[in-house]
């Protein structure tokens, strides 16, 4: 077996990390992006780091690469983005069974790892990980965040009964193998209370974190459009049940007579067509929509544009600190959120002055949020200040030294 040095310790002492996500690039998710600038990160202090990630894609039940620095073992599995619900469970529930299958015929199948380090979404690894933990005596780390099945049955995508205990399920099976459960607010803590009574258990709160990023252009040019010249309030993520951006089209439909305001909308989601749908309907002509572009250009884009916005339906009870926010504040632009009752992210936004949070339903108060925050008079200021919160609370710097941390505490 390939041996391993002990996590205990100094520091800068190397350790076997596997790090096991259902997402990685080339893919273009947000939680995709964090993994990655979380294992780079992992390599630039010392330790020696695997990442360990399904794909759909492959002729082979294994492919070993090299991306960027990070040792990438792709494993075969079924499909579970962009699919129907009953294709995407199935593929879900089978990514442990399949990814473990395809660990085993990899030159990794003897690694004894010191740390597991997983990133959910998805509820479908605790399986995978429990094992690499018998096989290795390893300690673990679960980066939790999204707290599922509870978020759907607040959407009302999901009732409680017989499909919720099976989701359940996988929840707590998860739970049980990690020694510390990292939640990205502390309104989540409450959630996991008991869970942490146990003893050899350890809950915090790890803040989402983002690698500092250039601007290399991007495809879209917003002064080659329709909205040259206007203020900009742009959106770029996933655009489903979850984000409640029917909103932000009755916003524009609103502010449809303010010339100098602009919605710039990029991604790709469930809803997407029928909110070009909507917004056609309403013959909007100061909303313009974008296909998904590469992470690597989200820099380019924000570049080009005034204000981010976040946009979290009302109807969660789950808090979190949405991966765009930082990607904002990274690039020093006040935020427009709409966001759930009790979350975290409206006090921050208050307390730190880099935009404006509403929580409601209420039209015209989001427009009213929507307004001062794009007429704000201190918006240099409020770069400035954006640029200082990234720095302090979301580098991938400081998430990795306290994952490391945590672990070295046992």
Known sequence: MTTSTALSGPSEVFVRIALVADSYPPLRTSGAVQLRDLSQEFKRQGHDVSVLVPSSDLQTSWALEDLDGVQVLRV???????????????????????MLRG??????????????????PTIFLGQLVGALKRQSGARSYLILRDVFPEWAVDMGL??????????????????SVADVIGVQSSSNLGYLAEWAQHPGRRLEVLQNWL????????????????????????????????????????????????KDIGFVLVGRGSDVARLK??????????????????????????A????????????????NVPGKFITYMQAGLPVLARINEGNDLAKLISEERVGQAYVGSSLDDFCSAAVAVCDAQDKDEMAVRARALSDRLYSSKAAVQQIAAALRAF
């Open 158 to 175: 999901l009732k409680k009964g017989l499909i919720y205990s099976f989701f359940k399920f996988f929840e707590r099976l998860q739970y």
């Open 76 to 98: 075969a599995a079924l499909p579970t983005k962009d699919i129907g619900y009953v294709r995407r469970t199935l593929g879900e529930v089978m990514l442990s069974t399949m």
């Open 277 to 302: 749908a909507l917004a056609a309907e309403q013959a909007l002509d100061n909303v313009a929509f974008h296909d998904e572009i590469d992470p690597k250009e989200i820099p380019g884009l924000l």
């Open 304 to 319: 080009q544009v005034h204000v981010g916005l976040v946009m979290l339906d009302p109807r969660h009870k789950t808090h």
């Open 211 to 258: 690698a500092p990023a250039s601007d290399v252009g991007c495809s879209i040019s917003v002064n080659d459009g329709p909205l040259a010249g206007r203020r900009i309030v742009a959106y770029a993520g996933n655009m489903g049940v979850a984000q409640g951006m029917d909103m932000v089209v009755s916003l524009a439909s609103r502010l449809k007579h303010r």
């Open 103 to 120: 660990l085993r015929r990899s030159p990794l199948a003897n690694v004894v790892w010191d740390a597991v380090v997983w990133y959910s």
